[in-house]
């Protein structure tokens, strides 16, 4: 059993991730003990996440949500904890949100002497090599930028200027590390790491189609959980779609299911104008 219960595990990521989205993204504002963010069309940066762990929320502060939405002319997502009070779910519904999908939240903890690279059975491919990502380093930012976004996006689709614009940022965040995988040379991988306070969590992670099965997103994932013991931080998250090779690679190297969360959404009403 973990050291910390599962409402612990929830306050600490959900926070994180709050806090983490709201400084590299173009606009943000605290709601509800959350933040709402909007980074412009085609950014992952689109959603609020974080509220009602503190208590009911209002109807004042909903509606706020709403037009933070609306006005920009973008379909609301909200990120629902179970760990969140009943109004937010409550209010959600008296204002015509509908659950769409799911994400499973998985979680870590890590001992500060853990020998990590024993998690993997055969160390990886030969010839593969995981490097830390120089921010200023623009050519290797915008190589890690193109393979990391690949697997969420179709396939031999080009990266929008505002997915990659988010992302630039993200590297550039001081609480987040970026990892490339090459393969003798090549890039074959990428993922991102962010370490604040009590929590850290493993995201943005990307394997070429080319270069799956292999071992290669296992060790990017053991690659940054070192990261994060190394920063003295005693839990790792990881955030899935339910079933997706994520999620088991991650349960292979000792994460647990910690808590599922609802994803609401809410058309705007251009949206729903122009249906």
């Known amino acids: 059993m973990p050291k910390l219960s599962y409402a612990e595990i929830a306050r600490i990521e959900e926070r994180r991730l709050a806090l983490g989205t709201a400084a590299v993204v173009a606009c943000a504002e605290p709601i509800a003990g959350g933040w709402m963010a909007f980074d412009g069309e085609g950014s992952w940066g689109n959603f ?17 949500l709403v037009a933070f939405y609306t ?4 379909e609301p ?7 969140a009070h009943e109004s937010l779910v409550r209010g959600l519904a008296e204002r015509g949100f509908v659950l769409r999908e799911f994400e499973n939240v998985l979680a870590r903890e890590i001992a500060t002497d853990e020998d990590l ?5 055969h160390g990886g491919p030969d010839g593969l090599e995981i490097v830390r990502v120089d921010p200023a380093d623009e050519a290797q930012v915008r190589v890690f930028i193109e393979v ?3 697997g969420f996006r179709p396939e031999g689709e ?6 990659f614009d988010v992302t630039r940022r993200l590297v550039a965040h001081p609480g987040c590390d970026s990892y490339l995988a090459l393969l003798h040379g090549e ?3 990428g993922g991102c790491v962010e370490v604040s306070g009590e929590g850290a969590a493993l995201f943005g992670a990307s394997v070429l189609p080319r270069f799956r099965e292999r071992g290669i997103q296992q060790a990017l994932i053991v690659r940054r959980l070192e990261r994060v013991r190394d920063r003295g931080c005693p839990l790792a998250c990881i955030s899935a779609s339910p079933g997706i090779p994520t999620e088991r690679n991650a349960m292979r190297l000792g994460f647990f299911m910690a808590y599922s969360k609802g994803v609401f959404m809410r058309r705007s009403e251009n949206s729903q104008q122009s249906t």
């Open 48 to 64: 609020a996440v974080g509220l009602g762990l503190d208590g009911p929320v209002s109807s004042e502060e909903l509606d706020r």
């Open 158 to 163: 080009p990266i929008t200027p505002a997915l």
């Open 148 to 150: 990391s976004t690949s």
């Open 117 to 121: 690279r024993a998690l993997l059975t």
């Open 77 to 83: 997502q909200i990120q629902v904890c179970p760990f």
């Open 71 to 74: 006005t920009r002319g973008a």
């Open 187 to 189: 890039p074959a991988g």
